[in-house]
């Protein structure tokens, strides 16, 4: 029988990015609830993070701020995460941006613009956030879990977010990448791919006339809840998940289905 990672008594120390809201704050959530330690990276003015992290199940959570666009600010992030919680054992990258640049209607230099941006917190924020994490899990030599949360878009197209769906179609690509590169370290890397999900980022996408048709893509009727993406999040993250390092998990509500 293969070996798990254990889950150290007291809970594991997670790390999730982008967790000031939405997604992310779901995911903190989850964990929190379980008895894990979470530290939650986002771009949080000091004065705020206490109030933030008072909002999670338990005790023992953080806040460190990074903009991931800042190698040199999410090394410190991290490491200053790692040392509060005493390691760490699971990373969660869900930090990401998503902004309309259709290419037929943008300047050249809004165009560069977003591709700037939106690669180099998407994939590139994401991979430096990954090496830094890893560089504390391979010390502890526990093993580990990465879940990447990407999206349909990777695999779908995103005519009016071209960036967006590149870089989590490079979000997958790095994902799987890692499963190989990282499983003789017993760390397990895995993405999960949501369609629309109900958060402030997709407010105004979801709003009439237009809401309706996004909703109507899932035969469900409805866009997923935050905390669906959240329980993908969990499973993936758990010691029983080893074997499913390398996955792309679909959680869209069969909104669009691939083979």
Same mark, same amino acid.
């Given at each position: 029988?293969?070996?798990?990672?254990?889950?150290?008594? $007291? @809970?594991?120390? *997670? +790390? #999730?990015?982008? &967790?000031?809201?939405?997604?992310?704050?779901? %995911?903190?959530?989850?964990?929190? =609830?379980?008895?894990?330690?979470?530290?939650?990276?986002?771009?949080?003015?000091?004065?705020?993070?206490?109030?933030?992290?008072?909002?999670?199940?338990?005790?023992?959570?953080?806040?460190?701020?990074?903009?991931?666009?800042?190698?040199?600010?999410?090394?410190?992030?991290?490491?200053?995460?790692?040392?509060?919680? $005493? @390691?760490?054992? *699971? +990373? #969660?990258?869900? &930090?990401?941006?998503?902004?309309?640049?259709? %290419?037929?209607?943008?300047?050249? =230099?809004?165009?560069?613009?977003?591709?700037?941006?939106?690669?180099?917190?998407?994939?590139?924020?994401?991979?430096?956030?990954?090496?830094?994490?890893?560089?504390?899990?391979?010390?502890?030599?526990?093993?580990?879990?990465?879940?990447?949360?990407?999206?349909?878009?990777?695999?779908?197209?995103?005519?009016?977010?071209?960036?967006?769906?590149?870089?989590?179609?490079?979000?997958?690509?790095?994902?799987?990448?890692?499963?190989?590169?990282?499983?003789?370290?017993?760390?397990?890397?895995?993405?999960?791919?949501?369609?629309?999900?109900?958060?402030?980022?997709?407010?105004?996408?979801?709003?009439?006339?237009?809401?309706?048709?996004?909703?109507?893509?899932?035969?469900?009727?409805?866009?997923?809840?935050?905390?669906?993406?959240?329980?993908?999040?969990?499973?993936?993250?758990?010691?029983?998940?080893?074997?499913?390092?390398?996955?792309?998990?679909?959680?869209?509500?069969?909104?669009?289905?691939?083979?």
């Amino acid at each position: 029988m293969a070996e798990n990672v254990s889950e150290p008594a $007291g @809970g594991r120390a *997670v +790390l #999730v990015t982008g &967790a000031a809201r939405g997604i992310g704050w779901a %995911i903190a959530k989850r964990f929190a =609830a379980a008895g894990d330690r979470v530290a939650i990276l986002d771009r949080v003015p000091g004065g705020a993070a206490g109030e933030l992290t008072a909002g999670l199940d338990g005790s023992g959570h953080v806040a460190v701020e990074a903009d991931l666009l800042d190698a040199e600010a999410v090394e410190a992030a991290v490491d200053s995460a790692a040392g509060q919680l $005493g @390691g760490l054992d *699971v +990373l #969660v990258n869900n &930090a990401g941006i998503f902004t309309a640049h259709p %290419i037929t209607e943008v300047d050249y =230099a809004t165009w560069q613009k977003h591709w700037q941006a939106t690669l180099g917190v998407n994939l590139v924020g994401a991979a430096n956030v990954t090496w830094c994490a890893v560089k504390h899990m391979k010390e502890q030599g526990r093993g580990g879990r990465i879940v990447n949360v990407s999206s349909r878009g990777a695999f779908r197209g995103e005519p009016e977010v071209p960036a967006y769906g590149a870089s989590k179609a490079g979000l997958n690509s790095l994902t799987q990448s890692l499963a190989i590169a990282l499983a003789p370290y017993r760390i397990a890397v895995s993405a999960v791919a949501p369609g629309f999900v109900a958060t402030d980022m997709t407010t105004d996408w979801l709003k009439p006339p237009g809401g309706e048709e996004i909703r109507a893509q899932s035969p469900f009727g409805r866009v997923a809840e935050p905390d669906e993406i959240a329980a993908g999040v969990f499973y993936l993250a758990s010691a029983q998940a080893e074997w499913a390092s390398g996955t792309i998990l679909d959680l869209n509500g069969a909104s669009y289905l691939r083979t």
